[in-house]
């Protein structure tokens, strides 16, 4: 069974910088695709960036592909995103995602079959 641990949030500055980890574990970490989501309050869980199985494709949602850049370590087993000049409206507590089978990118998150906890990022003004 596969684990997603994510790690790096926390209270940042608008205008600062974010790196958010998420730890695989249990199986291979190019078995999967690999996503990022976010959830501010009351809102709807929204596509941040997803990572392609071997680490070639990226993808980005229009609200972030300026800022951020998303990358894998197979070594470490981790996905990274990182997201610069971020503004109030990034607060949201960010999922990493996964998903077995198919290499293309999908931005439904029902599609994606295991989840990390979250972690919050909170961007003051």
């Known amino acids: 069974q596969v684990q997603l641990q994510e790690s790096g949030g926390g209270l940042v500055q608008a205008g600062g910088s974010l790196r958010l980890s998420c730890k695989v574990s249990g199986q291979p970490i190019n078995m999967y695709l690999v996503a990022w989501f976010r959830q501010a309050p009351g809102r709807e869980r929204e596509f941040v960036s997803a990572?392609?199985?071997?680490?070639?494709?990226?993808f980005y949602s229009d609200s972030v592909k300026s800022r951020a850049t998303i990358s894998k370590d197979a070594v470490e087993s981790t996905v990274y995103f990182q997201m610069d000049s971020l503004i109030p409206e990034d607060t949201a507590v960010y999922y990493c995602a996964a998903r077995s089978g198919p290499l293309t990118i999908t931005r439904l998150p029902e599609r994606y079959n295991y989840w990390g906890q979250g972690t919050q990022v909170t961007v003051s003004s």
């Open positions: 990572i392609s199985k071997g680490g070639g494709t990226t």
